[in-house]
Nanobody, 126 residues
Framework: QVQLVESGGGLVQPGGSLRLSCAAS????????IGWFRQAPGKEREGVSC????????NYADSVRGRFTISRDNAQNTVYLQMNSLKPEDTAIYYC???????????????????WGQGTQVTVSS
């Protein structure tokens, strides 16, 4: 049974940091491109970052580039999202997801992803 579990969210002050984890079970994460997405109240789900299965190429939304870093630990079957210099506009529920297509790149489009975790809340506020 494919399962993704996000963790690491919480309340942080502006300028602070959090590291989100996306732990997988039931499949080998290294074979899939993995994406992080977020959804704020009243807004559509948007792509934040992704990492490809083939060569760990990464992609970032303009709004987080230079502040967020995605990485994977294949031994732990986990993908991470390190978030630094957090801003109030980063407040959202963050989700990870797998892209089941056989591709050499990763996509930040939610419609390209198949299996999703339940999400973890990130709140940036003073």
């Amino acid at each position: 049974q494919v399962q993704l579990v996000e963790s690491g969210g919480g309340l942080v002050q502006p300028g602070g940091s959090l590291r989100l984890s996306c732990a997988a079970s039931g499949f080998t994460m290294a074979y899939y491109s993995i994406g992080w997405f977020r959804q704020a109240p009243g807004k559509e789900r948007e792509g934040v970052s992704c990492i490809s299965s083939s060569d760990d190429r990464t992609n970032y939304a303009d709004s987080v580039r230079g502040r967020f870093t995605i990485s994977r630990d294949n031994a732990q079957n986990t993908v991470y999202l390190q978030m630094n210099s957090l801003k109030p506009e980063d407040t959202a529920i963050y989700y990870c997801a797998t892209d089941d297509r056989i591709v050499t790149y990763c996509s930040n489009s939610p419609s390209d992803y198949d299996s999703w975790g339940q999400g973890t809340q990130v709140t940036v506020s003073s």
